[in-house]
């Protein structure tokens, strides 16, 4: 008997589809939105493979979108407000909303990351901020997405760059 269209296997869903943001040509980890493949609409499930040298997305705080990350493979490191921590499979991190802990994963190791990030499927009141791109901030601005007034938490002293890619 077959299974249904609701039941994969997330290497079955997988691509090598990365995504840049606007105007920049850093490519970030890939994976798959298998929350959305398997026809779920209001919790976002992604499966995120990072390669040596690549980072989930720029570091950012949402206001009101909860994000969880389940380490599944790989030693990953997790930036949080420019201080970095070593994370391995069965680690977890729970990233609240409001608490302006700005976050990105990063892979410095050889072999490849997976994970899965669990957030809200959509959150239309949700803004957002990047600390480390003051030009995304105003094009959120711009948008009407940017978390005015986010919590100015201490940033410790690392970039938020991986090892590889950290510009000269």
Not at 7 to 23: M, Q, V
Not at 74 to 93: A, E, F, K, R, T
Not at 112 to 141: L, M, Q, S
Request: with cysteine; aromatic share 10%; hydrophobic share 25%.
């Amino acid at each position: 008997m077959s299974r249904p269209d609701f039941i994969k296997h997330c290497e079955e869903l997988r691509t090598d589809e990365s995504f840049s943001y606007p105007g920049d040509t850093e490519t970030f980890g890939a994976g798959t939105a298998i929350g959305r493949k398997l026809g779920l609409k209001r919790v976002a499930i992604n499966y995120e493979v990072l390669q040596p040298g690549d980072r989930s997305s720029w570091p950012h705080a949402h206001q009101e979108e909860e994000e969880f990350i389940f380490v599944l493979e790989g030693s990953p490191q997790i930036w949080i407000d420019g201080n970095i921590y070593n994370l391995n499979p069965g680690d977890c991190v729970g990233l609240p909303p409001g608490t302006g802990h700005a976050h990105t994963l990063i892979n410095n190791s050889e072999k490849e990351v997976k994970a899965i990030v669990v957030g809200e499927g959509d959150v239309p009141t949700d803004k957002i901020f990047y600390p480390k791109h003051p030009a995304r901030n105003e094009e959120c601005k711009g948008k009407g997405f940017y978390w005015e007034g986010h919590p100015e938490n201490e940033m410790g002293s690392h970039d938020g760059w991986p090892d590889k890619k950290r510009p000269k």
